[in-house]
């Protein structure tokens, strides 16, 4: 199988320029924020949202030891304004949040009562429960119970079609996502569902 290796220069990008547009975007009624052009990355820079900006910046921080002496800084720089950020808007944040949550979950759960799934399908399905975990990780004791539970009957779902394996990442990328809470990254769908 091949793991695609993780580039932290690109994930700085993609978090440098996710964070210059937060404050607008929390400030908004849309949920998936097109971000402006020109930008490094063109058409493929991704949709911002609070889930997407903190993926990009855990990787961004697992390649950390390969970024140059400035681009350490600027990643520190992308915490300081995320933190500022958060800190003048809470409620924003945390309701962008819980939207961006309810609506991933749903997303997963139309995935996985797909049985046309492929495993190019589940990769990225990988990605959005990343993003879940990582939303739940930075709401805390913010995150709704039920928002909660629904995550937990996911995770059943999803068990029952899942044989456990290797980490599916780059290994860099392993202390940021524990096997423990993150099992669903150690591992493949049965073949039966590809």
Known sequence: MSIPQLDSSTELIISQRMSAELEDYLKSDILYWHMSEPNPLGSHMP?????ALLEALTRAEAGRAELLPGQQKELQAVHQQ?????????AL???????ELHSRLTACRENVADARKSKGFYDQDAHVHAKIYLLEKTLGTDTPPEVQHQREQLDLELYEAFAPGEFIWDARLQAAFPQKPCWWLYGHLLEEHF
């Open 47 to 51: 949709q911002l949202t609070i889930g």
């Open 93 to 99: 944040y945390v309701s962008k949040a819980i939207h």
């Open 82 to 90: 995320l933190d500022w950020i958060r800190a003048a808007h809470p």
